[in-house]
């Protein structure tokens, strides 16, 4: 059984919340800490990848341009990459990023490579995705 990194809590449970119309959608956790988290998936730009929004802004900016302030003031933390275990091994969250991945190649391959880091990216990082 896959574990998450000591520093990461496990996510006991989670939710996939879409836009209702077809807009940018967000994964709703708790970790085992009991902290209340919500992620969502930036495709666009120099450097897609998963990041922490607050879920009511992110989802009200769902039809906005990434660029967008609107988007912009969603992100609370803009590399919530140390979240990728916790987030994986979970049924609900792994769900979410294969949608993510069959709905934006490109941006996942791109991120999920991270190629645009010194030491490579998860991709033998052993992760199923």
Known sequence: MDVPF???PRLVDAKIVEH???GRDCLLATSEDGRRIAFGFEVEGDRPGLVVVDPHL?????EEPESSPA???AVEEPNADDWLQAVVVHPVGNEWLERIKEEHPAAFGSWFAQRGYESGGE???GSAL
């Open 6 to 8: 000591p520093e990461t």
């Open 20 to 22: 209702p119309r077809g």
């Open 58 to 62: 992110w989802l009200a900016a769902g």
């Open 71 to 73: 988007v912009f003031d």
């Open 123 to 125: 991709e033998g990082s």
